[in-house]
């Protein structure tokens, strides 16, 4: 399974990006895709997660409201709608993927592929 991640850049607060999260190498629809992300000396944190069949979604408080995750299963990819943006999203957004059906899994080490992070900068 190869994910590749894209639509990073640089945002006024208060402004919106769409990231995107290309998978290839697998049947995605008993699988899981989320995103997480690392701040500036910080951990990596979970943001979002859907289940590829069910399309179940779950987030992190800390985006709940603002951000709104989704697949395209034509497309074989999976997005990351970023609105009311805020200096302190800023950072490196993963994309992950677990072949399970059950979302909720918010831990880097429950999630077995990942694709390299784009970069988010929110200015104020």
């Known amino acids: 399974v190869q994910l590749q991640a894209s639509g990073g850049g640089l945002v006024q607060a208060g402004g919106s990006l769409r990231l995107s999260c290309a998978a290839s190498?697998?049947?995605?629809?008993?699988?899981?895709v989320a995103w997480f992300r690392q701040g500036p000396g910080k951990e990596r944190e979970f943001v979002a997660t859907i289940s590829w069949g069910y399309s179940r979604t779950f987030y992190a408080d800390s985006v709940k409201g603002r951000f709104t995750i989704s697949r395209d299963s034509a497309k074989n990819t999976v997005y990351l709608q970023m609105d009311s943006l805020k200096p302190e999203d800023t950072a490196v957004y993963y994309c992950?993927?677990?072949?399970?059906?059950?979302?909720?899994?918010?831990?880097?080490?429950?999630?077995?592929?990942w694709g390299q992070g784009t970069q988010v900068t929110v200015f104020s």
């Open positions: 190498g697998g049947t995605f629809s008993s699988y899981v």
């Open positions: 992950a993927a677990r072949r399970t059906v059950l979302i909720g899994r918010t831990s880097v080490s429950e999630y077995d592929y």
